[in-house]
């Protein structure tokens, strides 16, 4: 478990489900946009969908990202969680 310093006071965090967590939560809003893209297909300016596809796979990447990051020093809280968690990725 980490610490955190927040406005001047401690916090305990575990990384890992923070991260978990945030795949989770950030996975639910691809398939919630994926489902919209593909409802409102015919109503969505070609540019625009790509910018929102594009803007939502950029930051699929950087949390992707943070599910490789680990430190063998902290036990069961900093693991590399790149094998078990996926980032759904929107395709065009």
Same mark, same amino acid.
């Given at each position: 478990?980490? #610490? ?5 006071? *401690?916090?305990?965090? =575990? +990384? ?11 996975? *639910? ?5 994926? =489902? ?12 625009? *969908? ?11 990447s950087a949390i992707?990202?943070? =599910? ?14 790149? =094998? ?5 990725? #929107? *395709? +065009?």
């Amino acid at each position: 478990m980490m #610490i955190a310093w927040t406005w001047g006071f *401690k916090m305990r965090v =575990n +990384f890992d489900n923070m991260r978990r967590r945030t795949t989770r939560d950030f996975n *639910k809003l691809g398939n919630v946009l994926d =489902n919209f893209l593909e409802q409102y297909d015919w109503e969505i300016l070609s540019e625009d *969908k790509e910018e929102i596809i594009t803007s939502y796979n950029e930051l699929r990447s950087a949390i992707a990202s943070l =599910n490789c990051l680990y430190d063998d020093a902290i036990d069961g809280d900093m693991d590399d969680l790149s =094998n078990e968690l996926d980032v759904l990725r #929107i *395709k +065009f």
